[in-house]
């Protein structure tokens, strides 16, 4: 069973302090930390599972530029078998369906029984490359899987709803499947991993300028500063204490 | 070029869902702008009485009844929005951002060879543009996007984004009835299936001490829970506390798992994405405990400390024993 698994190189930003850039399009990247965007890992991990069951290769594909080489070494090191990087000239004027487009002139041609995806991408949560290259494709796509069972030619997959509701599919090969975090337990590469990834195939596609879709990012900017907490100020024990007063004057000790 | 605002509806087992009223009434203040109507569109087979209800939010509801649509399933549901699509040409299409349109948005709009913009917090309209407010980088930052809306367009708005409102029109009931050329058996809605109950009900609780990722391990849970049972509450958590194992799904506070009204919320190294804050903003008294004074959390919380919560849980644990 072969796999395709698109994964986004991302800024580490939840506990980060972020500045944006002057152009105001884009965060000031300086003390950003990169790494695989969180539900892509899974997606990666649901592979290589598949992997071991059944066989096959597992090929990576990202569109981002030349640092992006690190995240794919990475899952070469966890036991992928090839990657592509894809590097257009215009990559920040690009929407999620050009993105899409880029991946869908790489793929098509190759062999591959399932696309694995995360489901969302932590820095502009649009969640949609997924399940538009599947349309692209002219495949099935399963979108939000938080439970897969997959056989030789077909998979039950579990889709998550709101609410902690989830809803069964049965969906047949070729066929994108997004995935949702905590569907499995990704793994960490090993050492002998690590030293195994630097010798297989990383193929680069720089791409002329892609085709710029339909739609513009205007700005990014910082949220106005809505309703905010009072901050109580102080050491441990004095914050501490006023939580403590507070909960007593509410009746909620 | 029609003005008309289309929303979808949504409905799951024989209920509406909220959303479905929060983007009509996004759908009919647009609507008044534009000088167009609002079109409330719901798929299904057998829902008479669901699309009777909508017509009080909306100057039409176009319901498509077929047999197919008796459960959602995003072929079925794309072939169908097409047809419309093509036919009645709106200005724009508004769904929620839910499972439903995760599955559908994305390549509905490729087919229509339409714009499409995901997961927006609010919209507006200028002229035959559309411009979104989208909330990006785990809630830290506003993204403006916009695209030409002359041909066509799809919105999708994030649940608990906005108000819903009561309807106040008396709109018209059209049923359409619409016949499928495809049968798509290469993927088969099987059956819902319920995510297993826990021991403790986060829902009913009065009381919630609930954990995010800046929890950092896992023994780390002992603390929490001696913080808990001093005050009386219980443990819940973020998403990433059950991706990793940690507590139960049915611990999990959020739009994909529970919603919770207690008098009580406390939120430890949690940053408070809006999945997040869905599931626990209505709480009497929230109370965040986070490093990043930049962390979202603080906007929904009442009183807050910025501080490392190592240092701050057993100072609180401490604290609370004293004041008991």
Redesign the interface.
Known sequence: MDSIVCIKRV?E???A??K?DSSNLK?DEENLVFSINEADNYALEQALLLQEEFGGDVTIVSVGPEKTDEIIRMALAKGATSGIRITPSNLEELD??SIAKLIADEVKDLDYDLIFTG?IA???????VG??L???LGI?????AVEMEAEEETA?I???????????????YP?VI?IQ??IN?PRYASILGIKRAGSKELKVVEASEAKA???????????P????????EGG??E??????????T?G?? | MSKDIYALAEH?QGEM?DVTFEILTKAKILAKETGGSTVAVILGSGIDNLAESLKSYADKVVYIENDKLGH?H?EYYQEALKSLFEERKPFLMVMGH??VA??L???L???LD??????CIDFRIDGSSV?SV???????????????SENGGIVTIL?GSMPAEEGGLSGELEKVSFSFDLEF???????????VAGEIDITQAE?IISIG??IKEEENLAMIQELADS??GVVACS??I??A?WLP??R?VG?????VKP??YIAIGI?GDFQHLMGMRNAD????IN????A?I???????????LF??VP??K???A???
């Open positions: 800024p930003t939840a506990e302090t972020l944006i965060l999620p369906a489901c932590s820095d502009d949560g649009f969640s949609q399940v538009t599947a349309e692209m099935n796509h399963i979108s939000m039950k579990n889709r998550e709803l709101e609410g902690g509701l989830m809803e069964k599919f049965e969906v047949k066929a997004t975090t905590g337990e879709e339909k739609v513009k990012l205007e700005k990014i900017y910082f949220p500063p809505g309703k905010m907490a009072e901050i109580f441990p024990a914050t501490s204490g006023k939580v403590a007063e507070v909960l007593k509410k909620l000790l | 799951r869902r959602f995003s839910t499972s995760y599955e948005a994305p390549s709009a490729l087919k339409i714009p499409v913009i995901t997961g411009y989208n909330s990006v980088y785990g809630g830290k930052v506003n993204a403006e996007y916009s695209f030409n649940a058996e290469d993927k088969i809605f099987l059956q819902f299936v319920e995510a009381k990722r800046g005050i009386g998403r990433p059950v991706d194992g799904k049915s999990q739009s994909s798992g529970k919603t008098k009580l940053s008294t929230i109370i965040a490093k990043d004074p930049n979202p603080f906007g929904a919380a009442d009183y807050g400390i910025v501080d490392d240092k701050v100072a609180l401490d604290k609370v004293e004041l008991k």
